[in-house]
């Protein structure tokens, strides 16, 4: 069975970082690309940041780049996404999603995890 669990939300103040994980079972996780997508309260998802299967190549969406890292552990069969500098913007659930087929195309999501930035 094929699973994704997202971990490492939390409150956090702007400007603060947080690192979340999301640890994968069930299959070949050096076979995938990644993502992450996040929701906004009351808003439709949006895309934050993929990753190839080996790691070499990482694509961001323009409000993230140069706030946001996205990484792998293929060894560890976790994904990683580093976010620094956070506006109160960014509070929104972050799923990681396996790609499946063309870009923006996910077969499995993990259920979620709540980053809420606030002073």
């Known amino acids: 069975e094929v699973q994704l669990v997202e971990s490492g939300g939390g409150l956090v103040q702007p400007g603060g970082s947080l690192r979340l994980s999301c640890a994968a079972s069930?299959?070949?996780?050096?076979?995938?690309?990644m993502s992450w997508v996040r929701q906004a309260p009351g808003k439709g998802l949006e895309w934050v940041s993929a990753i190839s299967w080996n790691g070499g190549s990482t694509y961001y969406a323009e409000d993230m780049k140069g706030r946001f890292t996205i990484s792998r552990d293929n060894a560890k069969n976790t994904l990683y996404l580093q976010t620094n500098s956070l506006k109160s913007e960014d509070t929104a659930v972050y799923y990681c999603?396996?790609?499946?087929?063309?870009?923006?195309?996910?077969?499995?999501w993990g259920q979620g995890t709540q980053v809420t930035v606030s002073s």
């Open positions: 999603a396996r790609r499946f087929g063309p870009p923006g195309t996910y077969d499995y």
């Open positions: 069930g299959f070949t996780f050096d076979d995938y690309a």
